[in-house]
């Protein structure tokens, strides 16, 4: 099994760009698409990126999805931060066999 | 619109067994390619992955739980069943259940959870 590590917490102001890793500690991080889900307090949460770098319908485009195989690590980009969101962010990837594993998650401040 | 929402009970004691449900519409489960996910969250920790079924009825459980876990579907109802025995203070969590396409690997969207407490 692998394991996905996401800092504890980042902080932001309002309009400003903000980035959010997840590092695979085994096994390549392109071998298996990642996903990012937003969890607003009190709230399920809902997928803003998938495949690595695809939006769904209704996500704005200020939020986008990369990977670097240098750093086995994906990352979450949001541009023109707002007060909105401030969230919990999660990563989630899978094994290729049967484990779909989340990432620990990330507080978002929007200051 | 795809939409689920959870059911059960919010208060279960230790070592009894856990049934939700996960009543659904805007999908059928017996359309090729379609499944449903159950995946828990404890409160205040990063959500685990429980279990998925298939249209075709293909189950596929998380290996730490597998033992104690049964997933079945009612195509008829639209509906999905998640079981879980001998229930301990650490399973206490909110649990969802979501949407997800066999050839995907994200789930969306996730219903709104139910929250259950296990304690004697």
């Known amino acids: 099994n692998f394991m996905l590590t996401q800092p504890h917490s980042v902080s932001e102001s309002p309009g400003k760009t903000v980035t959010i890793s997840c590092t695979r500690n085994?096994?390549?991080?392109?071998?298996?698409?990642v996903q990012w889900y937003q969890q607003r307090p009190g709230s399920s949460p809902k997928n803003v990126i998938y495949?690595?770098?695809?939006?769904p319908s209704g996500v704005p485009d200020r939020f986008s999805g990369s990977i670097d195989s240098s750093s086995n690590s994906a990352s979450l980009t949001i541009s023109g931060l707002k007060s909105e969101d401030e969230a919990d962010y999660y990563c989630?990837?899978?094994?290729?066999?049967?484990?779909?594993?989340f990432g620990g998650g990330t507080r978002l401040t929007v200051l | 619109q795809i939409t689920l929402k959870e059911s059960g009970p919010t208060l279960v004691k230790p070592t009894q067994t856990l049934t939700l449900t996960c009543s659904f519409s805007?999908?059928?489960?017996?359309?090729?390619?379609?499944?449903v996910g159950w995946i828990r969250q404890p409160p205040g920790k990063a959500p685990e992955w429980l279990a998925v079924?298939?249209?075709?009825?293909?189950?596929r459980y998380s290996p730490s739980l597998e033992s104690r876990l049964t997933i079945a579907r009612d195509t008829s109802k639209n509906q999905v069943v998640l079981t879980m025995t001998n229930m301990d203070p650490v399973d206490t969590a909110t649990y969802y259940c979501?949407?997800?396409?066999?050839?995907?690997?994200?789930?969306?969207?996730w219903g709104q959870g139910t929250l259950v407490t296990v304690s004697s």
């Open positions: 079924i298939y249209w075709d009825d293909d189950q």
């Open positions: 989630q990837s899978y094994d290729g066999i049967n484990l779909w594993v």
């Open positions: 805007g999908f059928s489960l017996s359309t090729s390619g379609v499944g």
């Open positions: 979501a949407h997800k396409e066999a050839l995907r690997s994200h789930f969306d969207p």
């Open positions: 495949e690595d770098n695809q939006r």
């Open positions: 085994t096994g390549d991080i392109d071998s298996n698409y």
